[in-house]
Every structure is written in C-alpha cells, then in structure tokens.
C-alpha cells in the first residue's frame, strides 16, 4: 500500500475556488490510478474524479462535477490535483483521495489492498 495525503482543503464562497493536493509515496504511485471521493453529512459517499497512471493519462467525472473540477497530476512531485472552481454549497464535504479508482473503471472491485487518505474539508458558503 502507499500513504495518501490530502491538502487544500477550506471555506470558500458560493462561486469560489480550490485546488487540493494529493501527496503519495511509493515507487508504484506515478503507475497507479487515483481518485477523489467526497462525503457530506448523512450522505453516502460520492465518486467524484479519477484520473489513471502510466505514460499517458485519462480523466474522468462525476456528471455533479463535470465541466466545474479539472483533475490533473505532477508525477515528477507524486501529486494529484483536483481543481474546483464555481464551487457550490452542495460541495460541501470530505474529499478524500484513493486507489479505489472505480470510475476510471467501473469493473474494478475495492478491498484492503486500497489506500485511501485521512481527508479534506471542503466548506462552501451560500
């Protein structure tokens, strides 16, 4: 497993900005496929973006996100990013990010072997 850790998170304005990081260790990161999460209060958690590992990338969303979230990687730093502009108060969560990358593809099957990391508010003001 690798170690996963999120930062960027905040309060912000409706229409605001963020940008969160996700540091990872390990030799197999730039190879692995990560993906942001988010969860709300009494909510279930929600997919949110993935973006895949190897030489060449490919990203995905969330239709809630969609067009508003860019997610991108630095892989020389072992850095995911997920942009997020004209945030909405229905933003309001958790973002965590992990190697559950179920929407790069949705045949895969989480278990132990996942990594996930500790999480970042994000609050969205009215």
């Known amino acids: 497993q690798m170690t996963l850790v999120e930062s960027g998170g905040g309060l912000v304005q409706s229409g605001g900005s963020l940008r969160l990081s996700c540091a990872g260790s390990?030799?197999?990161?730039?190879?692995?496929?990560i993906q942001w999460n988010r969860q709300a209060p009494g909510k279930e958690r929600e997919d949110v973006s993935c973006?895949?590992?190897?030489?060449?990338?490919?990203?995905y969303y969330a239709d809630s996100v969609k067009g508003r979230f860019t997610i991108s990687r630095d892989k020389g730093k072992n850095l995911v990013y997920l942009q997020m502009d004209d945030l909405k108060p229905e933003d309001t969560a958790v973002y965590s990010c992990?190697?559950?990358?179920?929407?790069?593809?949705?045949?895969?099957?989480?278990?132990?072997?996942?990594?996930w990391g500790q999480g970042t508010q994000v609050t969205v003001s009215s």
């Open positions: 992990t190697t559950d990358h179920s929407l790069c593809d949705p045949s895969y099957v989480s278990g132990p072997y996942d990594s």
């Open positions: 390990g030799v197999l990161f730039e190879d692995a496929h």
């Open positions: 973006i895949t590992g190897g030489r060449h990338t490919t990203t």
